[in-house]
């Protein structure tokens, strides 16, 4: 048949793209620091979230929104401490994406927010694509992953801002490699900044709340900002 | 692993240039997809031929142009190609290189119709 050729050169993710703008846009204007927590299954998200609810609530309006694809087992483990917590379920979806931001924020009605964290679905992989509007992307890597995974998933590393490598208190029983470690992240990400802590026996907490007020602080409105 | 919800807002795309074009019938749709966007070519065909069902796009061929995963060196001040699973490092120098030049594309590039 003959045909002709339609040339179209758009992005895929595009609507992904002006919905994390609107949300960017909505999250300056309450001052609201957004953090995306992404990592594979099982590596401590949710400990050290709860950690960090527990460190914060007093302090700043926090939010939580967690993502998985079955089950509200998180929502109901993080929501003991006083912040309100949203699960979104993903069903078949292996990823959070703005729209769902968007579309929970909407029936929520919660906020605003100092901080909002958002705890991502398990998956190295199709979350490092979305990008949710967010100040800053955590990466959670934990010791007992393999020192590789940075080489192994470099999107996910590359486009973070944050390395968290949790559960540094069965470092030296998993025989975690510190040095092998580094190098691999320094190999996808030579500025990133690496925070270690045991959300479990709170070593290094203070390092990671220190890092996370700081940038509650960048995102606050002036006067207040002035204050702290 | 999202490839059909990667096919589904693909599919949104072609629709939205058909209806503006008045194209009532689509044979192939192009694509770019780069080594780093998490995109199994054999799983976006599937789920293209699953989305398109029924649609203006139905029957239609999904050409995939792969793209390999292309940075910039710094201390080369060039571009190289890394070797697959070695990070984002230089082939040549093995310095790091976090600016990725080529590779994360997920581009609609454009459909072939009939004349």
Not at chain 1, 92 to 108: F, P, T, Y
Not at chain 1, 185 to 209: C, F, H, K, Y
Not at chain 2, 9 to 35: F, K, M, P, S
Not at chain 2, 92 to 98: E, H, I, L, W, Y
Request: hydrophobic share 45%; net charge negative.
């Amino acid at each position: 048949m003959k045909y002709r050729v339609v040339q179209i050169e758009q992005s895929i993710l595009r609507k992904n793209a002006a919905l994390a703008d609107a949300l960017r846009a909505r999250f300056a204007a309450t001052h609201t620091l957004v953090v995306n927590l992404l990592s594979s299954p099982g590596s401590g998200k949710t400990t050290l979230l709860q950690e960090t609810l527990a460190r914060t609530c007093d302090r700043y309006r926090v939010g939580v929104l967690v993502g998985d694809q079955a089950t509200d087992n998180d929502a109901r483990r993080l929501s003991q401490y006083g912040a309100p917590v949203r699960q979104i379920t993903t069903a078949a979806e292996c990823r959070l994406d703005a729209d769902m931001i968007g579309k929970a924020l909407e029936d929520w009605g919660a906020g605003p927010f100092d901080v909002l964290f958002i705890e991502n679905v398990g998956n190295l992989i199709c979350p490092a694509e979305y990008d949710l509007g967010e100040d800053v992307r955590v990466v959670v890597f934990s010791v007992t992953e393999g020192e590789d995974k940075p080489l192994k998933y470099p999107l996910a590393f590359n486009t973070s801002h944050v390395v968290a490598m949790t559960k540094m208190d069965i470092a030296q029983a998993v025989g975690f490699d510190r040095d092998a470690a580094y190098a691999s992240i320094r190999q996808v990400n030579p500025g990133v900044t690496v925070v270690e802590l045991s959300a479990r026996t709170g070593a290094g907490m203070d390092d990671w709340i220190a890092l996370i007020e700081r940038h509650i602080a960048a995102k606050a409105p002036p006067r207040e900002a002035s204050l702290r | 692993m999202h490839e059909l919800s990667v096919a589904l807002n693909l599919l949104e795309g072609v629709q939205e240039t058909a209806l503006r074009d008045g194209i009532e019938r689509i044979l192939a749709v192009h694509v770019r997809v780069g080594a780093l966007s998490g995109i199994a070519p054999d799983a976006l065909k599937f789920s293209w031929e699953l989305a398109t069902a029924g649609t203006v796009a139905a029957d239609s061929a999904l050409r995939i142009e792969d793209v390999p995963l292309v940075v910039f060196c710094e201390r080369c001040a060039a571009e190289r190609a890394p070797r697959a699973a070695s990070g984002l490092v230089c082939p040549s120098c093995g310095s790091a290189c976090p600016t990725i030049v080529r590779g994360r594309e997920l581009q609609l590039v454009a459909m072939e119709v009939p004349e």
